[in-house]
T-cell receptor
């Protein structure tokens, strides 16, 4: 597709459930980012991939959060044993290279934990 | 660490009014600075950017100048339109460019 595609767009999970959020970046984009945006807040960095290598995961809030990009294209963010504080929009973004280039964002996956 | 502070919102203006949204930052090294916009129901879009001191970014009538001496990157537009109603985020990227740090966002509503 033309842009960054994320699925599902909306997810309601019961507390304790595991969820998986998918990101399909723009074709050929080397860098892929995950951000978490709580209601009324700015996005906060979670993790960064360059191709299949996860170069920075310092923003992941706990070991319940795990991200992968095994073939250097599609990425999955997995949240285990979800808790209410995990409710947020999860944004995926991609860019052509490392460095201050243009980063393109997807529309996000809205997660509500009940 | 890096941080971005935006003026508190929301901001409500009449059409054709002058807009300023203040943004200041704290960073080590030489960050690049950005304004992103989020229209209702849509993803974040890059509005403009500046990569070094005294650079001016501009797009769609919006402007912002990278001021290193005041660590600021204020967003301005001379005459806003109803279609400019959105949430605006100021952001900076680390010197390595591997992550963006965002401000909290400013909700702009423009009334006809």
């Amino acid at each position: 597709g033309a842009g960054v595609s994320q699925s599902p767009r909306y997810k309601v999970a019961k507390r304790g459930q595991d969820v998986a959020l998918r990101c399909d970046p723009i074709s050929g984009h080397v860098s892929l980012f995950w951000y978490q945006q709580a209601l009324g807040q700015g996005p906060e960095f979670l993790t960064y991939f360059q191709n299949e290598a996860q170069l920075d995961k310092s923003g992941l809030p706990s070991d319940r959060f795990f991200a992968e990009r095994p073939e250097g294209s599609v990425s999955t963010l997995k949240i285990q044993r979800t808790q209410q504080e995990d409710s947020a929009v999860y944004l995926c973004a991609s860019s052509t290279r490392q460095g201050p280039g243009t980063i393109y964002f997807g529309e996000g996956s809205w997660l509500t934990v009940v | 660490g890096n941080s971005v502070t935006q003026m508190e919102g929301p901001v409500t203006l009449s059409e054709e009014a002058f807009l300023t949204i203040n943004c200041t930052y704290t960073a080590t090294g030489y960050p690049s600075l950005f304004w992103y916009v989020q229209y209702p129901g849509e993803g974040l879009q890059l509005l403009l950017k500046a990569t070094k001191a005294d650079d001016k970014g501009s797009n769609k009538g919006f402007e912002a100048t990278y001021r290193k001496e005041t660590t600021s990157f204020h967003l301005e537009k001379g005459s806003v339109q109803v279609s400019d109603s959105a949430v605006y985020f100021c952001a900076l990227s680390s010197s390595s460019g591997s992550r963006l740090t965002f401000g909290e966002g400013t909700q702009l509503t423009v009334n006809p």
